[in-house]
């Protein structure tokens, strides 16, 4: 059976400051890995994904996260926030093709200026 | 950018009573699924539709729901008569197909049962 944790339920930074939201998976069998976002009355917006190719994968708005194996992580960076990456973030592991995506239960990210 | 769009955003309904909650997918899109978060709570899988049936429901899909795709272009999920429990956000996704693994979501309606 697969499962995602995020570990942070809130995480606060200041505008100009890294941002890192975690994630930990786990899986039977080779996951696809995804960050979903989503902004006040807006829907999921796929940040990026993973799906067995290069560990390190780009996504919009300059995130990126690296898979890592051995810790089974799938992490969330971004060098510098700005106010508009205030919003809930989601990391959504799936292993059967993609029809059923297992959520974790959201990080809410809070910029302050 | 091509959207899902869900209607309504917002509904209000007395225990008992039946909602259908519309969508409408991408348009070249195959593939066609109904998640659920319960406040406070993860997002969930409900049902995924594909060539006009259902593909795969979860255990919270029970007879209560229904999904159906009239007209080619609404996907609607349709719950019977609604309880407490069912107070949550809805969403519709839809993904192109084989090969394409990824789900576009709409923003979601929401569904308060009084």
């Known amino acids: 059976a697969q499962s995602v944790t995020q570990l942070d339920s809130h995480v606060s930074v200041s505008e100009g400051t890294p941002v890192l939201l975690r994630c930990n998976y786990s899986?039977?069998?080779?996951?696809?890995l995804f960050w979903y976002v989503q902004h006040p009355n807006k829907g999921l917006q796929l940040l990026l994904k993973y799906t067995s190719a290069a560990t390190l994968v780009k996504g919009i708005n300059g995130f990126e996260a690296e898979f890592k194996k051995s810790e089974t992580s799938f992490h969330l960076t971004k060098p510098s926030a700005h106010m508009s990456d205030a919003a809930e973030y989601f990391c959504v592991v799936s292993e059967k093709g993609y029809s059923t995506l297992t959520f974790g239960k959201g990080t809410m990210l809070l910029v302050s200026p | 950018e091509p959207e899902v769009t869900q209607t309504p955003s917002h509904q209000v309904t007395q225990m008992g009573q039946e909602v259908i909650l519309r969508c409408v997918p991408i348009?070249?899109?195959?593939?066609f699924y109904w998640y659920r978060q319960i406040l406070g709570q993860k997002v969930e899988f409900l049902v995924s539709?594909?060539?006009?049936?259902?593909?795969?429901k979860s255990e919270i899909f029970d007879d209560q729901f229904s999904v159906e795709r009239p007209d080619g272009s609404n996907f609607t999920l349709k719950i019977r008569s609604t309880k407490l429990e069912d107070s949550a956000m809805y969403f519709c996704?839809?993904?192109?197909?084989?090969?394409?693994?990824?789900?576009?979501f709409g923003a979601g309606s929401r569904l308060t049962v009084l």
């Open positions: 996704a839809s993904r192109a197909g084989s090969g394409a693994n990824v789900l576009t």
């Open positions: 899986s039977s069998y080779s996951p696809s």
């Open positions: 539709f594909y060539n006009n049936e259902i593909s795969e």
């Open positions: 348009s070249n899109h195959l593939y």
